[in-house]
Antibody, heavy 116, light 110 residues
Framework: QVQLVQSGAEVKKPGASVKVSCRAS????????IHWVRQAPGQGLEWMGI????????NYAQKFQGRVTMTRDTSTNTVYMELTSLRSEDTAVYYC?????????WGQGTLVTVSS | QSVVTQPPSASGTPGQRVTISCSGG????????VNWYQQLPGTAPKLLIY???QRPSGVPDRFSGSKSGTSASLAISGLQSEDEADYYC???????????FGGGTKLTVL
């Protein structure tokens, strides 16, 4: 069965970076895009960007350009999302989600807390 | 503030039919299909409706979707207590070059 398993919760100080992983299984890794979506406490869903695991191509939401990097490792079927220069407003649950035309499978989410 | 608008809340009693609206523009809903996601408390979102009105395997036929122009709606008939959740619409946005989510609607079953 399709699974997206994310890394565990992180606590970071303002100005630091965080790298969240998303390991895919149960399907052909290179056949589906992976998106990252975040959700601040009590807030809605916010799209951050997309990576094509077949060639590593990326497209980031303008809001995050310059601070986010998405990469993939085809040997382990894992996608990574790194966010730099963290601030308190980046405290959120970060989800990876698989897609072709819709997000049909989601990871369990990774809570990133930014606090001094 | 999202470019796609949903009412922040909706409610109904068990057995009732409720609808949730989703309003966008020509660069998103007007030029793309709409998907709906259900997020139960403390869990990841789940695909509920795709391509405006299609249900993934396992989603009860109590859930239905429609789209007209730059608006879409989700209908839930025979409301059940387990339907209490947050519901999000989403569509590709040509201007943003990415998907855009509505702000979400919290459904309460009274």
């Amino acid at each position: 069965q399709v699974q997206l398993v994310q890394s565990g919760a992180e606590v970071k100080k303002p100005g630091a970076s965080v790298k969240v992983s998303c390991r895919a299984s149960g399907y052909t890794f290179t056949s589906f895009y992976i998106h990252w979506v975040r959700q601040a406490p009590g807030q809605g869903l916010e799209w951050m960007g997309i990576i094509d695991p077949s060639d590593g191509g990326t497209n980031y939401a303008q809001k995050f350009q310059g601070r986010v990097t998405m990469t993939r490792d085809t040997s382990t079927n894992t996608v990574y999302m790194e966010l730099t220069s963290l601030r308190s407003e980046d405290t959120a649950v970060y989800y990876c989600a698989r897609s072709k035309r819709n997000f049909d499978y989601w990871g369990q989410g990774t809570l990133v807390t930014v606090s001094s | 503030q999202s470019v796609v608008t949903q009412p922040p809340s909706a409610s109904g009693t068990p057995g009732q039919r409720v609808t949730i609206s989703c309003s966008g523009g020509s660069s998103n809903i007007g030029s793309s299909t709409v998907n709906w996601y259900q997020q139960l408390p403390g869990t990841a979102p789940k695909l509920l409706i795709y391509s405006n009105n299609q249900r993934p395997s396992g989603v009860p036929d109590r859930f239905s979707g429609s789209k007209s122009g730059t608006s879409a709606s989700l209908a839930i008939s025979g409301l059940q207590s387990e339907d209490e959740a947050d519901y999000y619409c989403a569509a590709w946005d040509d201007s943003l070059k990415g998907p855009v989510f509505g702000g979400g609607t919290k459904l309460t079953v009274l």
